[in-house]
C-alpha cells in the first residue's frame, strides 16, 4: 500500500462534489565508471536559482501538490507518524485557501469555499481515525483523483498555479540544504544530485521557505556499566527533538538500508565500530551494544535522516569512561593497507587540500597483484568510507556509488570510486568497511590534508549535539554511467 491513500481517502468527499458539478542473478563483478568521465567542473554545476517570495495563497497550493507528489512513494504501512503530518499540513493549506480566497471575491467564491470547508472536515476525521482503510474506496478515489484536483484547480489563475508546482518541485543536496535547485542537478559542493524535496510548511513564511531546515535530532548514550577494554558493553541511544520528545522509527527514513547508523571511535581515532540499535518499548530508545578494544571515553555519531525534513543529521554525544584515552600518535600518511590476504590502496588525482573536492580510487587487489572482484554488498554498497579528524569532533562519511543499488547477487571491485570533500586541514583517520565471504572487514588508513580554500559560503554544521559543535559531512558523488561497467537495470 502506497502513501497516498491517506491523502485520497481524505478527498473522497470532494470527489462525489465534483462529480455532481545490477543483476541479482548474475554472479559476475561489477566495476565503476572512470571517475571523471561525464563529469563538469564544479564551478559549472550551478543549481537553478531559489525563488522570489511568493503569496500564502501560491505557498498552500505548493504544499498540496507537494504532498501528493510524496504520497506516491512507499512506505511503511504501519508508520503513521509520516502521514499523519503531512495530513496536518494538508489541513492548514486547505485553511489558508479558504481564509484567501475571502479577500479576493469572485463569482465562484461560495463554491469553492464549501468544497474546502468539506475537504477539511475529512482529512480532520482522517486524522483522529487511525483505523484501517476500506479498500474498496482507494480504488474510487484512485481512479478519480486525476480529474478531481484538475476541476478544483480550474477556479485559479493558471500563472498561480504555474507559481505553485514551480515551488513545489524544488529539491535540494540532502548533504548542503543550502544547496536548491531543480531535481537531479549536480551540487555543486559535491556533485551529488539534488534528490530530497525542498519542504514546504506554512508555519515558515514564503521567503524564508529555501532557507536550510534546522537539525531536529540530538542524542544521548547511557549503559548499563562503564566502558571496559574487552568487555561487552550494552548501551541505550536516546534520541529526542527539539522540544525534548522522544524520536519513533517511523520518524526517520531508511537510508542504507537502516534507519539510524551510529559511527563509533575511541580518543586515539584507532577503534571504529559501525552499529545499528534497534527500537524498543520505551519512546526515542534504541539499544545496541559493542566491545570497546581502547580505553577512554568514546564518541559517538547517530545518523539519521528525518522524514519532516528529508535532511541527513548527525547527532553526536559520548560515552563517557572512567579511564583515559590512548592520545593520538600515529598521524602519518599512510594510503595503502594489507589486510586478510587483501591489499586496500587509496588514490587520489589531486592534492588533497581543505575546502576543495578531491577524487579518489579504493582499488582493491589479492596477493598476487590481480584485482579483487567479490566484494559483498554491504549496507546497498560495496565498500563504506568514513573519517574522523584530529580534533575529533569532525567526520566524513563517504560511499562510493553507481548506477543503482547492488542487489545480494551483485559482486564489485576492484576499483571503486569517490569524492573527499574534507572541511579543515589537518589529519584524517580513514576506515573503510567492505565485506567478504559474508565478513564485514574495516581497512585503517591515515591522511593529512593541506590547507586550501575557505569552507564553503554558508556552510552548515551538521552535527546538533549541545555538548559540542562539531563539523560532519556525509559526501559522496554520482559517477557518470558506461555502459560496459554499471549494473543492470
Known amino acids: 500500500m502506497r502513501r497516498r491513500f491517506v491523502f485520497l481517502v481524505s478527498l473522497y468527499a470532494f470527489l462525489e462534489l465534483s462529480s455532481r458539478s545490477v543483476s541479482s542473478s548474475s554472479p559476475e563483478s561489477v566495476g565503476y565508471p572512470s571517475p571523471t568521465t561525464g563529469l563538469l567542473p564544479v564551478q559549472q554545476r550551478e543549481a537553478a536559482p531559489q525563488q522570489q517570495p511568493h503569496s500564502l495563497k501560491v505557498n498552500a497550493w505548493a504544499i498540496l501538490l507537494q504532498i501528493m507528489q510524496r504520497f506516491d512513494d512507499p512506505v511503511d504501512t504501519n508508520s503513521l507518524g509520516p502521514i499523519l503530518n503531512d495530513l496536518t499540513l494538508v489541513d492548514s493549506a486547505l485553511r489558508t485557501l479558504a481564509l484567501e480566497n475571502k479577500k479576493e471575491p469572485s463569482p465562484a467564491i461560495d463554491r469553492i469555499d464549501n468544497d474546502l470547508q468539506f475537504l477539511m472536515r475529512q482529512v480532520g476525521a482522517l486524522r483522529a481515525d487511525r483505523d484501517p482503510v476500506d479498500e474498496a474506496l482507494l480504488g474510487v ?35 548542503h540544504p543550502d544547496v536548491i535547485g531543480r531535481k537531479s542537478t549536480l551540487c555543486p559542493k559535491c556533485g551529488m544530485p ?61 537510508v542504507h538500508t537502516q534507519r539510524i547508523h551510529l559511527l563509533i571511535v575511541d580518543g586515539s581515532l584507532t577503534d571504529y565500530h559501525h552499529e ?64 586478510n590476504g587483501l591489499h586496500y ?101 591515515g591522511l593529512n590534508v593541506a590547507p586550501g580554500s575557505t569552507l564553503w559560503p554558508n556552510e552548515k554544521n551538521n552535527c546538533s549535539s549541545i555538548q559540542v559543535s562539531p563539523t560532519v559531512l556525509d559526501y559522496g558523488v554520482r559517477i557518470a554511467q558506461t555502459a560496459s561497467h554499471q549494473l543492470p537495470p
Request: charged letters at 20%.
Open 345 to 445: 590502496a587509496i588514490h587520489f588525482q589531486q592534492e588533497v587540500k581543505s575546502g576543495e573536492p578531491a577524487m579518489g580510487t579504493l582499488r582493491v587487489t589479492q596477493a598476487d597483484g590481480t584485482g579483487f572482484t567479490q566484494l559483498e554488498p554491504v549496507m546497498g554498497a560495496f565498500a563504506h568510507l568514513v573519517g574522523f579528524h584530529e580534533n575529533r569532533t569532525t567526520a566524513l562519511h563517504i560511499h562510493p556509488e553507481t548506477s543503482r543499488t547492488p542487489g545480494p547477487q551483485d559482486r564489485g571491485g576492484p576499483d571503486l570510486y569517490f569524492r573527499l570533500f574534507a572541511p579543515s586541514p589537518g589529519f584524517f583517520r580513514l576506515f573503510v568497511q567492505v565485506q567478504r565471504d559474508g565478513v564485514q572487514q574495516f581497512a585503517s588508513f
Open 141 to 175: 478515489a484512485s481512479r478519480n483523483i486525476e480529474s478531481t484536483c484538475a476541476d478544483l484547480q480550474k477556479f485559479y489563475e493558471p500563472a498561480l498555479l504555474d507559481q505553485a508546482r514551480a515551488l513545489a518541485e524544488r529539491y535540494r543536496c540532502p548533504m
Open 194 to 254: 539534488l534528490d530530497t524535496q525542498v519542504r514546504l510548511s506554512l508555519d515558515v513564511m514564503p521567503s524564508a521557505v529555501g532557507a536550510a531546515p534546522a537539525r531536529t535530532i540530538r542524542a544521548q548514550v547511557q549503559t548499563d556499566a562503564s566502558l571496559e577494554v574487552g568487555v561487552k558493553t550494552n548501551a541505550h541511544l536516546i534520541l529526542t527533538g527539539p522540544k525534548g520528545e522522544p524520536i519513533s522509527p517511523d520518524q526517520l527514513r531508511e
Open 276 to 339: 545499528h540499535p534497534v527500537p524498543t518499548n520505551v519512546a526515542g530508545r534504541y539499544d545496541f551494544s559493542f566491545t570497546p578494544k581502547k580505553p577512554g571515553t568514546y564518541r559517538v555519531w547517530a545518523d539519521v535522516q528525518p522524514y519532516q525534513t528529508g535532511i541527513q543529521e548527525y547527532a553526536m554525544t559520548v560515552m563517557p569512561a572512567d579511564t583515559s584515552a590512548e592520545p593520538l600518535s600515529d598521524k602519518a600518511d599512510k594510503l595503502d593497507v594489507t589486510l
